[in-house]
Structure formats: C-alpha cells, structure tokens
C-alpha cells in the first residue's frame, strides 16, 4: 500500500463512521413516544406513588383547569390536584 493513499483510506472511515453514527441516533429519536394528556374533570386519574418515608415523593407535572381559568398543579404525598382557589363572592353595592 502507499502512502499516498493512507490520507483518502483514513477520510473515507470517518465519513462511513459520521454516516453510522448519524442514523443510528435518527433511528432512536424517530421511535414513536406516548404523550401524556391531562385528565378530565369527569374522568381523573390519580396516581397513588408507592414510597418509603425515607424517600421523596415526586408526581408528574401535569395541570388541571378551574372554573375561575386558574391552574393548580399536583402535589405530594398523594399525587393528588390541589383544590381550585375559592371564587370570591362579589359583594352587592
């Protein structure tokens, strides 16, 4: 072999090797994944976590609507929404 050609031989194994590398990190992001929905209000879920009292607790970040347009989150240790804040009741004048 010469050594002329070593320089080409050397280009061509990084490229095959790029290529390689580029469809077999395309080939593992192009797997289909599930997307978590946020339940109804007539049909919630809540998971129930099973932890020791030596662990932390953590749920998943979904959201729940009030009536009022707020939010509230999940909280620990159940996981379960946090109650809508109250509708203030509008005083006649």
């Known amino acids: 072999m010469k050594r002329e050609l ?6 061509i194994a990084a490229v ?5 590398v580029y469809v077999a990190s395309m080939n593992k992001s192009s797997k289909p994944t599930a ?3 946020a339940p109804s209000a007539q049909n919630s879920i809540t998971p129930s976590p099973t ?8 749920c998943t970040q979904d959201v729940m609507r009030c009536p009022d347009g707020s939010y509230v989150g999940r909280v620990a240790p159940n996981c379960e929404f946090a109650a ?3 509708e ?6």
Not at 16 to 20: D, E, R, S, T, Y
């Open 51 to 58: 932890v020791s009292e030596d662990e932390a607790v953590f």
């Open 84 to 86: 809508c804040p109250a």
């Open 6 to 11: 070593l320089p080409y031989i050397i280009a």
């Open 35 to 37: 997307v978590p929905t």
């Open 16 to 20: 095959i090797l790029g290529v390689g």
């Open 88 to 93: 203030e009741k509008n005083p006649d004048y």
